[in-house]
């Protein structure tokens, strides 16, 4: 089974130093979303992906029981950059969390971690939207 366009879908991009990699994803943002996660889902294209989305940084497990692909669990901070990246094996109950507080869980397929070499500190980008000029001073 494919994951269906059953939750919002969303364009990102992930900034490495060398590349915008694309990304389509779901968003999960209450508790069922997240809990269903991609439960039952059979193939997952390689820039295909679910943001998971809290109320504020923290630590918050994830397993895959029930989960059918292997996924690579992106950990982000308040501001989209990666603090940490962690790897999911299909139908392990063991708890995976990031080593840093993280706000936001973007799940894709490892093989876009592995032929983009992203890492920590790149940052996750909605596409079409300016990045807001709050921190500037002004004069």
């Not at 919002?8 to 779901?26: C, K």
């Not at 996924?71 to 940490?84: K, P, Q, T």
Request: aromatic share 12%; with cysteine.
């Amino acid at each position: 089974m494919f994951l269906t366009s059953l939750l919002a879908l969303s364009s990102f991009f992930i900034q490495t130093p060398t590349d915008q990699v694309p990304v389509h994803a779901t968003i999960a943002s209450t508790e069922q979303e997240r809990q269903a996660g991609f439960q039952n889902v059979t193939e997952l294209e390689e820039e295909q992906g679910m943001l998971f989305v809290f109320d504020k940084p923290g630590y918050y497990p994830f397993w895959m029981d029930q989960t059918h692909v292997p996924l690579a669990l992106i950990f982000l901070d308040g501001n989209y950059e990666i603090v940490d990246i962690e790897y999911g094996i299909p139908y392990s109950r063991k708890n995976i969390c990031g080593s840093k507080p993280y706000q936001y869980v973007l799940e894709v397929n490892p093989k876009l971690i592995l032929k983009h070499q992203i890492d920590k500190g790149c940052k996750l980008i909605q596409e079409n939207v300016v990045p807001s000029q709050s921190n500037e001073k002004k004069s």
